[in-house]
């Protein structure tokens, strides 16, 4: 299977003048939906993951120190510029999001939108995002995923060899993901298209603990 960090940001850097046109309109009601749903307060360090071109930014508070990373630097590029023009005190930077340059317990948000289905490792990359998020923090994932209640089937899996090369994994499962990382799940709704897109709101520790 064609999923690797440089093949990533190979195909991340020529889809990037159009990306735009296709995940602007089509994803803004679910990127907002999920963003809703995070406890905003005044000053947080808020980290995005696979930030893209910055299509998040406009749902979110502008009294945050807001640190963007992305694998391709044409997105990263992108992102600076309508970070820019939208007012943000910001850091863009390009960067694997299974190796993250930030020491543990850094940030108070962690947004990965659109970027678990795309990681060759999604583990490594949820490991990551729990050891920099606060023992507090917020975790904020938006994307498409296969049921909970049971794996993908044979015809999935062999189509799933298609479309992971090219755009995404179809097969990855939101709850056992984000579990095996540690993370409990405190809210978890589709967002698009039935239930294939979902967004989920989750923390290190037990709510009420």
Same mark, same amino acid.
């Given at each position: ?61 502008? #009294? ?104 995404? #994994? ?40």
């Amino acid at each position: 299977m064609l999923n690797t960090t440089a093949w990533n940001r190979l195909r991340y850097t020529l889809y990037a003048p159009a990306y735009d046109l296709v995940a602007d309109r089509v994803f803004r009601r679910a990127r907002r939906q999920a963003l809703e749903a995070v406890d905003w307060s005044l000053g947080q360090r808020v980290l995005i993951l696979g930030a893209g071109t910055g299509l998040d930014l406009p749902y979110l508070p502008r #009294d945050i120190e807001l640190h963007g990373t992305d694998l391709s630097p044409a997105m990263v590029e992108r992102f600076r510029v309508r970070a820019d023009e939208l007012g943000f005190d910001f850091t863009a930077r390009e960067m694997d999001a299974e190796h993250l340059d930030y020491p543990d317990g850094y940030f108070d948000v962690v947004i990965m939108h659109l970027i678990l289905a795309v990681m060759p490792d999604p583990a490594r990359g949820l490991a990551e995002a729990h050891r920099v998020l606060s023992s507090d923090g917020q975790l904020c994932v938006m994307d498409k995923f296969q049921p909970d209640s049971h794996r993908a089937g044979r015809g999935r899996r062999v189509l799933n060899a298609v479309t992971s090369a090219i755009a995404t #994994d179809i097969t990855r499962q939101a709850r056992p993901l984000l579990e095996d990382a540690g993370f409990f799940i405190m809210r978890d709704e589709p967002v698009m298209m039935g239930s294939l897109f979902r967004a989920l709101l989750a923390c290190k520790q037990r709510p009420g603990v």
